[in-house]
Structures are given as structure tokens and as C-alpha cells.
């Protein structure tokens, strides 16, 4: 069995490699090529870790993985990593272990290729500025992917802590080595302002931005509510979208708070809900239709992410 770390897969694998394998997944997964079962969740005591246990398999796609991934958010105030996982690659044909790769990175990879694929099919073409919420684990791979997504000029950076802000921004300006601005700003609503994609990628339990500031034409792509009691996205800015996208519209109502809780409220019913990404990738739904419409895409990682991920690592370093 092969055993690959952060650095191994660093070395043949990118987000930019990533984005077209997780737009496959979103299809594979719509057609109901991929069986996927909800993942099983056991929380904490105080609330405060996540356990996390996603198995996923495709006939046509000849994939089979197993991952097993923790989640405790506040293990940034010690610095150390949120979310620890690991991936297990499995032969479909005998059931042999081919791979363990490291599922803190898949993670990350899949993940902002999820907003990778959101701004391809969603956002407007000519989008220039960005904002980030958020610089917790998965923020590298999501400022990854729009950099590489869309043609930005400028992207701007917020977390409740601003001095870590602009040491995530000095980090990854050092590391990215872009043309594109990207800078820390004091708070998030500063960050929105006129920004044509948003990005959420916090464990807050209350919005993070000012729903109204909004412009007309953003993409929101909110990535880090994955359970019922997590709201980053206000739901001011979910009433006025023009149209809501899912990775899977199963898997965030029976996880997402940022949905969950307005339908709860009354604030909107499920008939605002437009429908599966895999279903725009596939054809048989329009995603953006004018550069007016707010679209709202809301992902909580589905393990098919996981599995074609995983397997088009495994099938590249056999060929490196």
C-alpha cells in the first residue's frame, strides 16, 4: 500500500488539476453514479469535535474509498490543524488497500475545487474582485481556487482576528507568488464591498457579513456550515438570491445551518431552491443567465468529492 503525505502529493497533484475531477464528481454524483451515503457524524460532549466517517464507491468510475475525518474547529487558537483526516484507497476488483493518502489535503483540494467549480459555472465571466472569510485550514486551497478559476484583480481577506489576516495574507503572498492584490481588511463587511465572489469558510454560528451589502451579480459560495447549528451566510442574503445551488440538496438540508435555519424561521420555503451543481455541469439546468442575478452555492463536501479525488491521485502517482 501506498502512503502519501501533504509534500508527496504536492509534487504531481494541484488545485488547477483538481477543479475538472471535482466538476466530474458533481455529474457522477447527479446521474446517481456514485453511492454515496450520508455521512455519520458523532459530536463531542461540549459541542466543540466533530467525528466524521464517509465511505464512497462508483461502478462506472472503478473507485472505492473510505474517509475518516475530525473536526474541531477551535484548534486554530492553538495552532494547530482543524480538521484531521486520513483516506483510505480500496482495489474494487479485490477489496485490497492501493492507497492511504493524506486526507487533510485531499480534504482541502476537494473542497476549494468545489468553489473552484461554482465560479466556472456560476460567477459572472468578467468577476475582478474577490473576498475571503475566513483563514482557518481550508482557506489556502479556497484563495487557491479562485486565483485560478477566475481572472481576478484583487482579493480581499477578513477574520475575526485581523492580525491573523494579514499573516495568512503575508503567507500566501509569499507562497502564490500572483499578480493579483491580495490584501487583509478589517472586517468582512470591508471585504464584500463590491466584490463579484464571496467566500465563507468559518465554523461561525452567526452570519459573518451584512446580507444587504451584497452586490448585484455575486457569487456566495459558503463553505464552512456543516452542521444544522452553524449560520455563516445571513439569511437576508439567502432571501434575496436569484437562484441557490447545492453540491448535493440532500446533504445540506439534513446538515447546514446557513439553509436549515431560515427554512426553519419561515424566512424562505425550498421552493427558492434551484437545484443540484451536477445538474448545470450535466446540461439540464441554467446556471448564470444575466450578470444582475445573485447566486448562492452551498457546499458541505460530499464524499464523492473524496473518492474521485482520491482515486485520480492514486492513478497519477502510479503513472509519476
Not at 481556487?145 to 482576528?161: G, H, K, P, W, Y
Not at 491580495?182 to 467566500?199: C, G, P, Q, R, T
Not at 445551518?257 to 446540461?283: N, Q, S, Y
Amino acid at each position: 500500500m501506498n502512503i502519501l503525505n501533504k509534500n508527496d502529493i504536492q509534487k504531481f497533484f494541484s488545485i488547477a488539476d483538481c477543479i475538472p475531477i471535482v466538476e466530474e464528481a458533481f455529474q457522477y454524483y447527479y446521474e446517481g453514479k456514485v453511492d454515496v451515503p450520508l455521512r455519520t457524524q458523532i459530536t463531542t460532549g461540549t459541542g466543540k469535535g466533530t467525528f466524521l466517517c464517509m465511505p464512497a464507491y462508483s461502478e462506472e468510475y472503478d473507485a472505492s474509498c473510505v474517509k475518516v475525518l475530525n473536526m474541531f474547529p477551535e484548534n486554530i487558537n492553538q495552532g494547530l490543524p482543524s480538521i484531521n483526516a486520513q483516506i483510505l484507497v480500496m482495489n474494487t476488483k479485490t477489496g485490497g488497500f492501493e492507497a492511504l493518502l493524506d486526507g487533510n489535503y485531499v480534504t482541502q483540494l476537494r473542497t476549494g475545487a468545489a468553489t473552484g467549480v461554482a465560479i466556472k459555472h456560476l460567477a459572472r465571466k468578467d468577476a475582478k474582485i474577490g473576498a475571503l472569510i475566513g483563514t482557518g485550514g481550508q482557506a489556502q486551497t479556497q484563495l487557491e481556487a479562485m486565483l485560478v478559476a477566475a481572472n481576478l484583480s484583487e482579493i480581499r481577506v477578513s477574520d475575526l482576528n485581523f492580525e491573523r489576516a494579514q499573516q495568512f495574507v503575508e503567507k500566501m503572498t509569499a507562497e502564490l507568488q500572483t499578480t493579483v492584490m491580495i490584501k487583509a481588511v478589517e472586517n468582512s463587511d470591508l471585504a464584500i464591498e463590491h466584490a463579484d465572489i464571496i467566500v465563507t469558510v468559518t465554523p461561525s454560528t452567526v452570519p459573518v457579513f451584512d446580507g444587504e451589502k451584497v452586490k448585484k451579480g455575486a457569487l456566495v459560495s459558503g463553505v464552512g456550515s456543516y452542521q444544522p447549528h452553524l449560520q455563516e451566510i445571513p439569511a437576508s442574503l439567502v432571501k434575496k438570491a436569484d437562484k441557490i445551488f447545492f453540491d448535493s440538496e440532500e446533504a445540506v438540508l439534513s446538515e447546514s445551518g446557513d439553509l436549515l435555519i431560515p427554512l426553519k424561521e419561515g424566512t424562505i420555503t425550498e421552493e427558492a431552491f434551484t437545484g443540484d451543481i451536477g445538474a448545470v455541469i450535466k446540461g439540464e439546468l441554467i446556471g448564470r443567465e444575466n450578470d444582475e442575478e445573485i447566486i448562492f452555492f452551498k457546499t458541505v463536501g460530499i464524499a464523492a468529492q473524496d473518492l474521485f479525488t482520491a482515486q485520480a491521485i492514486s492513478q497519477r502517482m502510479k503513472k509519476s
